[in-house]
């Protein structure tokens, strides 16, 4: 076996578990690694491929928490807006709009910790569609689409199972869309889906210790981390763009 698919394994191992723990981050910890082995167009086709099976898997082990009422309006947006920001704003000066996107996570999620709860930014349940669509656009056009859907998401009142199973809902149908996307383009080929195959077995393992990790961490204590995080995603798109 080449030593890149070890890498590549072991990348995505780590990128699932935390997906898993939290509900998101393996786009994010893929697209930081991933390119360092394959070219950028292949890392984007092959996290977009591996991200199906993992968010399946991970819609799996939290079944429990699986709410569609909740996730049809984040699907509906997310299904709306990939195809407006592959084809239309893909042209748009990136960078910008990233850093745009940064400043509004930091300070959502400064406001988190200043104020002790999201409920006080005012984010109502009926603007799931709304949201969604904004990270359709997003990742459409970006690859950067799971911060305003997480965001929404933490800020119900929801239960720590609810919100990682209706995120993987909505990535997937994210996912099924922009793979769809990539399919016509002809961005997708055999060579990404032998790769899929040999690294996806060691991403399931890492869904399961995800999902203990989860079920054991106290739901305030995984919001704070997860607003953490958004904090330094943020501070991130800021300064690189």
């Not at 509900?23 to 994010?28: V, W």
């Not at 977009?48 to 009422?69: D, E, K, Q, T």
């Not at 299904?79 to 000066?93: H, R």
Request: aromatic share 10%; net charge positive; glycine share 10%.
């Amino acid at each position: 076996m080449d030593l890149s698919v070890i890498y590549v394994a072991a990348i995505l191992f780590a990128a699932a578990y935390l997906q898993s723990a939290t509900g998101f981050g393996l786009a994010l910890v893929c697209m930081a690694l991933v390119p360092i082995i394959l070219p950028v167009t292949e890392a984007i086709a092959y996290v977009s491929l591996a991200s199906l099976v993992v968010n399946s898997f991970i819609i799996f082990a939290n079944r429990a928490g699986l709410c569609l009422r909740r996730a049809l309006p984040l699907c509906i947006g997310i299904v709306l807006g990939i195809p407006v920001g592959y084809f239309a704003l893909s042209a748009l000066d990136g960078k910008l709009v990233i850093r745009l996107l940064g400043v509004t996570l930091m300070a959502i999620a400064a406001a988190e910790f200043l104020q002790g709860r999201m409920t006080k930014l005012h984010i109502p349940e009926k603007a799931g569609g709304f949201m969604g669509m904004i990270g359709g656009i997003l990742a459409g056009a970006f690859n950067v689409g799971g911060p305003p859907i997480v965001v929404y998401t933490y800020a119900r009142n929801w239960s720590k199972v609810e919100v990682v199973a209706i995120l993987q809902t909505a990535f997937l149908a994210g996912g099924l869309t922009r793979n769809l996307l990539m399919l016509g383009a002809g961005e997708v080929n055999v060579e990404l889906l032998i790769l899929v195959a040999w690294t996806v077995p060691t991403a399931i393992l890492a869904v399961w210790l995800g999902k203990l990790t989860l079920d054991r961490l106290p739901h305030m204590l995984l919001k704070r981390f997860v607003f953490a995080l958004i904090f330094l995603i943020g501070l991130s798109y800021l300064f690189s763009g």
